[in-house]
């Protein structure tokens, strides 16, 4: 019985942990990202901090690799698709598989003139010469506010209808706040369904007995 209610609430917590990370009110430790902000007709170098690692250590690597997500919904999800654009291997050989973007001898990724299909997630992929799992780094390419117009006049026109007093009432507001009260739910929702559990668990065990 006791072993079964610590296995409802491990369960119940692991549901929690990952609605926090859907939401936004954590991070998780499974793959590393960042973010490079570039402005249109600009050329953008994308670094590969795990390759910069290896080389740090003084370690070996067999081959990196650069890819680009192509899923259509989101790139962060649980198996995002992701095509293969440029490598490099220990030598230091390099190959391209697509028009303007390659790679450079420090791993990183050139992308030249970026257009707006280039605005997406790049993922830099280093496989060890041991055969052990490689250790991958994930990159999203942003535009600069600049070089979204319409954009920014859909935002003035918004804020421009917005009330003075709302405006102030949300500006009042952190951020944190938000992610306080997301929490403060999960948890009343997972008390809730522990104490249903509980209950369920008792009258099990009540109608046992009786017969």
Not at 96 to 105: A, P
Not at 164 to 179: F, N, R
């Amino acid at each position: 019985m006791m072993q079964r209610n610590r296995n409802a609430f491990r369960d119940l917590w692991y549901l929690a942990y990952r609605l926090m990370i859907v939401f936004g009110l954590t991070q998780s430790d499974e793959k590393q990202k960042t973010f490079h902000e570039v402005k249109l007709e600009h050329n953008a170098t994308l670094p590969c901090p795990v390759l910069q690692e290896v080389v740090e250590k003084g370690e070996l690597f067999k081959f990196v690799t650069w890819s680009v997500c192509t899923s259509k919904v989101s790139c962060d999800g649980e198996e995002p698709r992701w095509k293969y654009i440029a490598g490099m291997n220990a030598r230091g050989g390099t190959e391209s598989k697509q028009k303007g973007i390659y790679m450079l001898q420090d791993g990183s990724l050139r992308i030249t003139k970026v257009q707006m299909k280039d605005v997406t997630t790049y993922q830099c992929k280093v496989t060890p010469p041991n055969g052990t799992d490689p250790t991958d780094h994930n990159i999203t390419l942003f535009l600069k506010e600049q070089d979204f117009p319409a954009a920014n006049q859909t935002n003035k026109q918004t804020r421009s209808t917005t009330s003075p007093k709302a405006t102030k009432a949300s500006e009042g507001i952190p951020d944190y706040v938000y992610g306080m009260v997301g929490i403060i739910v999960i948890l009343v929702l997972l008390l809730a369904a522990a104490m249903v559990y509980i209950r369920h668990q008792k009258r099990m065990l009540n109608a046992r007995s009786n017969a």
